[in-house]
């Protein structure tokens, strides 16, 4: 009867966790709230096997737009390093040609 009662209350922790999950990647969706209203409406009618499906989909779906958005942000920064890269040679350029004109004519001139 023991074992029975631990059983139970491991299947209640897994669920109150499964529950959290999806709560939090429900949350975390980038859609409209009434698209998220509607996934939350069905999930009373899923079995645990399906909940645990969602999650893992969910979860998937959380992580590459994570990493997307990762993406973004890196090719943003690298797009502002190439920009800053390009700006300083125009300046190196323009000082080192302004450095040889200045050269020239201060050479005596045969």
Do not use: C, H, W
């Not at 090719?75 to 020239?104: C, F, H, M, P, V």
Request: without cysteine; negative net charge.
């Amino acid at each position: 009867m023991a074992e029975d009662l631990q059983i139970s209350d491991d299947l209640k922790e897994q669920a109150e966790q499964l529950g959290k999950k999806l709560a939090l990647l429900i949350a975390s969706l980038d859609v409209e709230a009434k698209y998220k209203e509607s996934l939350v409406s069905i999930l009373p009618d899923l079995d645990f096997d399906q909940l645990k499906q969602l999650a893992e989909t969910l979860e998937n779906l959380y992580a590459q737009n994570a990493s997307s958005k990762i993406d973004d942000d890196f090719i943003r920064k690298i797009k502002g390093a190439q920009s800053d890269y390009e700006k300083t040679i125009r300046q190196t350029n323009s000082t080192a040609l302004d450095a040889l004109k200045n050269l020239e004519q201060s050479l005596p001139k045969e």
